[in-house]
């Protein structure tokens, strides 16, 4: 194969795995390695919707540009994984470039490992789960689940209706709310907004606000700032939707009173914790091989944030994100050709930063600006202290090499 086949190549690998998850600082970092395993010197600069590629000759001029336009990302860790595996072969000169292309093509179609109705029940399990560690009453714990499934079908109906795609973290926050504040008044007693927002937990992009502020870190201002600015903007959607929904709800018939509840058991959190980490495995597709892998990372990252958060507001994010960063190298360093992020992206979740934008939703009524000025403050301190947590995870590991002369294989 030419030089412009590898250089083909590279690109179409760069657009698939940016497709399923790979932050920017990672993907330059991958296709800077993979450039170099086929001899092709390469210059990549990611932007939010295309790679702007030149490929130069030995002479050191330019022989080549190409523009490969980037797919909306849409997180699927089974096909992240496989594309990951898929670069270390190619790097070990065990694929050729006819049979990497054939590779990607059966990426691109992979059936998922898990049917639609088990992501549902997935969504079910989140909410549950979330309401637990939450500190919710039974029966809230119960309705979240049930809302869960709502938001699912307004999913599915949103694959489907594309008026409905563009909207639809706000249609689902919309429904979760208002249907939380009605069945509220047959339960009697029952805290609307935070089973409103177990509901639609899985929607809440703390992953792409993390990530967007890591990819701002790494010096990716461009890609850092898309993926964050867009996922204020889905916050902002599923905060509108919610509000709205609490609104109407309290202005037609008034919302029932929170209920008192007695703190759950620490048995009850951690079991509830390993249902809630079951189901995000599920619902992000994450392969059944690495499934173990992830619902530890996820365990490890809460049990940093509970052991930290009784120290202050943030100190349990960047305990739990310290853990979550070295058990992630630990991990890709025992497995043959892992990436850490195939367990990072799923345990990140469990830190939650858009958690906090909703818990204003608690003070809506009396205490509205001091409620949403607090949630806003969480949110930033929650982001900085998950991103201090991963770099210094990051730090230790790359010292650890430094001392023992090991070669870099990728950080978390």
């Given at each position: 194969m030419s030089r412009s086949d590898d250089a083909e190549l590279v690109v179409k690998i760069g657009q698939v795995a940016h497709k399923y998850g790979m932050p920017g600082f990672e993907l330059d970092r991958e296709l800077a390695r993979l450039a170099r395993a086929l001899r092709v010197d390469l210059t990549v600069i990611a932007t939010p919707r295309l790679l702007d590629c030149v490929v130069v000759d030995q002479a050191g001029?330019?022989?080549?540009?190409m523009l490969a336009p980037l797919d909306e990302v849409a997180y699927n860790i089974e096909k992240l994984s496989r594309t990951v595996h898929l670069m270390r072969r190619i790097e070990a000169g065990d694929v050729d470039d006819d049979a990497a292309r054939r590779e990607l093509d059966a990426i691109e179609v992979l059936p998922a490992p898990y049917p639609a109705p088990a992501v549902g029940i997935a969504y079910a399990a989140c909410g549950a789960g979330f309401a637990v560690i939450l500190g919710s009453a039974s029966g809230d714990v119960v309705l979240a689940s049930a809302l869960s499934i709502v938001v699912f079908l307004v999913g599915c109906a949103a694959a489907r209706f594309a008026w409905l795609s563009r909207r639809v973290y706000v249609v689902s926050a919309f429904a979760a709310a208002l249907l939380a504040g009605l069945a509220g008044h047959v339960i009697h007693e029952s805290d609307t907004p935070i089973v409103a927002l177990c509901s639609f937990?899985?929607?809440?992009?703390?992953?792409?606000?993390?990530?967007?502020?890591?990819?701002?870190?790494?010096?990716?201002?461009?890609?850092g700032w898309h993926r964050?600015?867009?996922?204020a903007v889905q916050t902002f959607e599923l905060f509108a939707g919610a509000a709205i929904g609490t609104a109407l709800v309290r202005s037609v018939v008034g919302l029932p009173d929170a209920p008192d509840v007695a703190p759950s058991s620490t048995i009850s959190q951690w079991a509830f914790l390993m249902i809630l980490?079951?189901?995000?495995?599920v619902v992000f597709q994450v392969p059944p091989r690495i499934v173990p892998w992830a619902v530890a990372a996820g365990m490890l990252a809460y049990a940093g944030l509970e052991v930290g958060s009784r120290s202050g507001s943030w100190q349990g994010p960047f305990l739990g994100a310290l853990a979550l960063g070295l058990f992630s190298t630990l991990y890709a360093r025992g497995t043959s050709h892992a990436n850490p992020l195939v367990v990072v992206l799923p345990g990140v979740l469990i830190l939650v930063p858009g958690v906090a934008a909703y818990a204003s939703l608690r003070t809506f009524d009396a205490e509205f600006e001091t409620g949403i000025a607090a949630s806003g403050q969480g949110v930033l301190i929650q982001i900085v202290a998950i991103l201090a947590g991963l770099f210094t995870a990051a730090s230790i590991v790359e010292l650890g090499r430094a001392l023992t002369g090991a070669a870099p294989?990728?950080?978390?």
């Open positions: 001029a330019t022989e080549r540009r937990v899985v929607l809440v992009p703390g992953l792409g606000l993390a990530l967007g502020a890591l990819e701002l870190a790494e010096g990716q201002t461009l890609i964050f600015i867009a996922a980490m079951i189901g995000l495995v294989s990728g950080g978390p």
